[in-house]
C-alpha cells in the first residue's frame, strides 16, 4: 500500500481546533495513558490517529518507533497503544502504538542479528539486494533518490530508533567504512 494522505477527511479536526484545544487535550491525555482510535492520515513517517474520547486531538505515531519492516497501517485501522510526549509546536499527541497491523515488508534482517566481519556486511547486502529483486514492488523507497533520502533520515533518527528497541546506539558504528562504502558504489562495478 502506498497511499499517503494528511487527516483531512470529514470530521476531522481542522488545526485552528486542535489549537484552540491543546490544554484541555494535554490535561485529558497525559504521557502514560492508554488510548485507542482509528488512522486519518498516513504518511512514510508514520500514522496520524484521530483518538477516541478527545476528538479535538490527533496523535502521531512515528514509524521509527515501529518493528523492523513495519509498514504503516491503513487509512480506517483501529490502534490502541500510550501517549508518549506532547509536541507543542504542532500541538500532536505522541503516541506508541501496541500493534501496526499485519502488513510487514520482507526483511533481510535477522532479528538481533550482529555483523562480526566485513563479510557478514556483504551477506548482508547481498540478501539486500536480492530482496529488492524479489519484492522490490513492495519497497517504500524504489528509487536511488527515495533511497537515500530514506538513508539519510533514518540514519538521523538511529539514536530514536535504537531507544525505542531497548539497545544503545553503537559508539563506532562503523560510519566511515560505510560511508565510504556507499560513496564507491556510485562508480564501482
Known amino acids: 500500500m502506498t497511499e499517503y494522505t494528511w487527516p483531512k477527511g470529514v470530521g476531522d479536526p481542522t488545526p ?13 491525555l ?31 505515531a512515528e514509524i521509527f518507533a515501529a518493528p523492523p519492516g513495519t509498514v504503516p497501517p491503513p487509512l480506517g485501522f ?31 534482517l535477522v532479528a538481533n542479528e550482529r555483523f562480526a566481519d566485513r563479510e557478514a556486511l556483504c551477506g ?10 524479489t519484492s522490490g514492488a ?5 528509487t536511488l533518490d527515495s533511497f537515500l533520502e530514506a538513508l539519510e533520515a533514518w540514519v538521523s533518527d538511529a539514536p530514536g530508533w535504537y531507544a525505542n528497541h531497548g ?14 562504502a556507499l560513496s564507491a558504489a556510485r562508480f564501482y562495478e
Open 138 to 142: 513492495q519497497w517504500e523507497n524504489r
Open 78 to 108: 483501529a490502534i490502541s497503544g500510550s501517549v508518549i510526549a506532547h509536541a507543542e509546536h504542532n500541538c500532536q499527541v505522541r503516541l506508541r502504538l501496541r500493534d501496526w497491523g499485519d502488513e510487514r515488508a520482507a526483511l533481510p
Open 167 to 180: 539497545q544503545e546506539l553503537p559508539a563506532d558504528g562503523g560510519w566511515m567504512f560505510m560511508a565510504r
Open 30 to 60: 497525559p504521557v502514560g495513558t492508554a488510548v485507542t482510535g482509528k488512522v486519518i492520515g498516513r504518511q512514510p513517517f508514520g500514522v496520524f490517529v484521530q483518538i477516541d474520547g478527545v476528538p479535538q486531538a490527533v496523535g502521531l
Open 16 to 28: 485552528e481546533v486542535i489549537r484552540r484545544a491543546w490544554s484541555a487535550t494535554v490535561a485529558a
Open 124 to 133: 548482508f547486502l547481498r540478501r539486500l539486494r536480492q530482496d529488492f529483486e
